[in-house]
């Protein structure tokens, strides 16, 4: 019952890595045409691989993974493989980070993975209906002058992007190491949003700053906002989105921070449930995250309906797209 609720509800992912989502079956399809070895031959064996146990180890898998993107085709085609995935789940709304620095330290260029990936946003819109959008993701395990170079490229796509993003590292890469790119980013007009990831050093710290020095508009995870009252007050009065991404690591299949998740939605945060990186999560995408979400810890369907709302409220559209989702949504919920 709350399966098929949570599968028929219009959706929007906010929260969502593309270069995440490259499944194995993908990997060995790009491996292949583009002479890469893998270590592995089978979409079973390579899936058997991916073990992490904090973010610096699923980092590295990561950024392995990565390495079979070479081309624009490749990058149309692993956009393209997500989006009609999450349109099967009801998702009518996506904003996915993308990650350049990880493909132009490769020698692979700019133009190539954007226009990639704008080709399977366009062709999803037209083909699917399903609109989507784009943010640049800063690798903060980088300079704050590599991150200021990417910016600087992705002004040549200017349209096509509608935020920027920190991802990565965070281990002694607070929010204020990136405070000189994200004003230039938001004097360019840019949304503006970091990874305040779990388990991470100085974690309320870098919550206050991203509030306080950076003025973000989003925070990506944010679950220590939690740990501290101050905050926590603080966060809950701006209402803030906190992207909480309750995902399963490969060894075990329980969310991660479901209880927090709970917690936020009991403290009235404006707080959404995202998928991050699926391919590396067990292959949940947002309709599994949220039923096993929803079953670790008996959200109901007010709760749910509020985490729908939260994602819509919180998006980077215009006021007609907030509009029409709200109303599908509103009609879904009123006639279920
Ligand atoms: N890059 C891709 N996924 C990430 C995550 N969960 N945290 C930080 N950086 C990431
Ligand atoms: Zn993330």
């Given at each position: 019952?709350?399966?098929?609720?949570?599968?028929?509800?219009?959706?929007?992912?906010?929260?969502v890595?593309?270069?995440g989502?490259?499944?194995?079956?993908?990997?060995?399809?790009?491996a292949?045409?583009?002479g890469?070895?893998?270590?592995?031959?089978?979409?079973d064996?390579?899936?058997?691989?991916y073990?992490?146990?904090d973010?610096?180890?699923?980092?590295?898998?990561?950024?392995?993974?990565?390495?079979?993107?070479?081309?624009?085709?490749?990058?149309?085609?692993?956009?393209?493989?997500?989006?009609?995935?999450?349109?099967?789940?009801?998702?009518?709304?996506?904003?996915?980070?993308?990650?350049?620095q990880?493909?132009?330290?490769?020698?692979?260029?700019?133009?190539?993975?954007?226009?990639?990936?704008?080709?399977?946003?366009?062709?999803?819109?037209?083909?699917?209906?399903?609109?989507?959008?784009l943010?640049l993701?800063?690798l903060?395990?980088?300079?704050?002058?590599?991150?200021?170079?990417?910016?600087?490229?992705?002004?040549?796509?200017?349209?096509?992007?509608?935020?920027v993003?920190?991802?990565?590292?965070?281990?002694?890469n607070?929010?204020?190491?990136?405070?000189?790119?994200?004003?230039r980013a938001?004097?360019?007009?840019?949304?503006?949003?970091?990874?305040?990831?779990?388990?991470?050093?100085?974690?309320?710290?870098?919550?206050?700053?991203?509030?306080?020095?950076?003025?973000?508009?989003?925070?990506?995870?944010?679950?220590?906002?939690?740990?501290?009252?101050?905050?926590?007050?603080?966060?809950r009065r701006?209402?803030?989105?906190?992207?909480?991404?309750?995902?399963?690591?490969p060894?075990?299949?329980?969310?991660?921070?479901?209880?927090?998740?709970?917690?936020?939605?009991?403290?009235?945060?404006?707080?959404?449930?995202?998928?991050?990186?699926?391919?590396?999560?067990?292959?949940y995408?947002l309709?599994?995250?949220?039923?096993?979400?929803?079953?670790?810890?008996?959200?109901?369907?007010?709760?749910?309906?509020?985490?729908?709302?939260?994602?819509?409220?919180?998006?980077?559209?215009?006021?007609?797209?907030r509009g029409?989702?709200?109303?599908?949504?509103?009609?879904?919920v009123?006639?279920?």
């Amino acid at each position: 019952m709350m399966k098929s609720f949570i599968q028929g509800m219009p959706k929007a992912e906010l929260h969502v890595h593309i270069e995440g989502t490259l499944e194995p079956e993908l990997r060995l399809r790009f491996a292949a045409r583009n002479g890469i070895e893998l270590p592995y031959q089978t979409a079973d064996a390579l899936a058997a691989s991916y073990d992490y146990n904090d973010l610096a180890s699923f980092l590295a898998l990561y950024f392995d993974g990565l390495k079979v993107l070479r081309t624009e085709r490749d990058f149309f085609e692993l956009t393209y493989a997500y989006l009609q995935r999450v349109h099967a789940q009801n998702v009518v709304y996506a904003e996915m980070h993308f990650d350049p620095q990880a493909h132009t330290s490769r020698g692979i260029a700019f133009d190539s993975v954007i226009n990639g990936i704008r080709g399977a946003q366009d062709e999803a819109r037209q083909e699917l209906g399903l609109r989507s959008r784009l943010i640049l993701g800063l690798l903060r395990d980088m300079s704050a002058e590599s991150a200021m170079d990417a910016l600087e490229q992705s002004l040549a796509y200017r349209d096509w992007i509608v935020g920027v993003g920190l991802d990565s590292d965070e281990k002694g890469n607070p929010p204020v190491k990136f405070r000189d790119v994200f004003e230039r980013a938001r004097a360019e007009g840019y949304n503006l949003t970091m990874h305040c990831d779990h388990l991470q050093d100085n974690s309320v710290e870098h919550i206050r700053q991203c509030l306080d020095v950076i003025g973000v508009d989003r925070i990506d995870h944010g679950y220590h906002a939690l740990d501290d009252a101050a905050l926590l007050e603080d966060v809950r009065r701006r209402q803030v989105c906190l992207t909480f991404c309750t995902t399963s690591p490969p060894s075990n299949p329980a969310p991660r921070r479901a209880n927090e998740l709970k917690s936020a939605l009991e403290h009235g945060l404006n707080v959404t449930v995202n998928t991050d990186d699926p391919a590396y999560m067990r292959g949940y995408y947002l309709n599994e995250v949220l039923l096993n979400t929803q079953q670790a810890v008996g959200l109901s369907r007010e709760q749910l309906t509020q985490l729908a709302r939260n994602a819509f409220r919180s998006a980077w559209i215009t006021r007609e797209e907030r509009g029409e989702f709200m109303a599908a949504l509103d009609a879904y919920v009123g006639g279920t």
